[in-house]
């Protein structure tokens, strides 16, 4: 049993800051990729920012230069620092894993609950 724990959303003024957090705990052999996706009412998840193993993050175009993902991988937990946030950042964030739960199996998709972000004056 695996499970992603988000936290940090909330409601921030525009030009504000947060930093979301996902711990994945439970039987973990190894994680391939952590990510961050967000969705907008009426709008599909769309991807924020991923990270796979220990190579360069990734980002949305619409996010680069204010948000940044990283990674410790000791205690198997993603961040997500945002800042200079706009109106247009509000949105459910969920994270997500890519990870084996055995030598075995192959890599599976799991995703955290959401946490609500909120930008608004």
């Known amino acids: 049993q695996v499970q992603l724990v988000e936290s940090g959303g909330g409601l921030v003024q525009p030009g504000g800051s947060l930093r979301l957090s996902c711990a994945a705990s439970?039987?973990?052999?190894?994680?391939?990729?952590m990510s961050w996706y967000r969705q907008a009412p009426g709008k599909q998840r769309e991807l924020v920012a991923t990270?796979?193993?220990?190579?360069?993050?990734d980002y949305a175009d619409s996010v680069k230069g204010r948000f940044t993902i990283s990674r410790d991988n000791a205690k198997n937990t993603v961040y997500l620092q945002m800042n200079s946030l706009k109106p247009e950042d509000t949105a459910v964030y969920y994270c997500?894993?890519?990870?084996?739960?055995?030598?075995?199996?192959?890599?599976?998709?799991?995703w955290g609950q959401g946490t609500q972000v909120t930008v608004s004056s």
């Open positions: 997500n894993a890519i990870l084996k739960t055995s030598g075995t199996y192959p890599a599976t998709n799991y």
């Open positions: 439970g039987s973990i052999f190894s994680i391939n990729a």
């Open positions: 990270v796979i193993g220990g190579g360069r993050p």
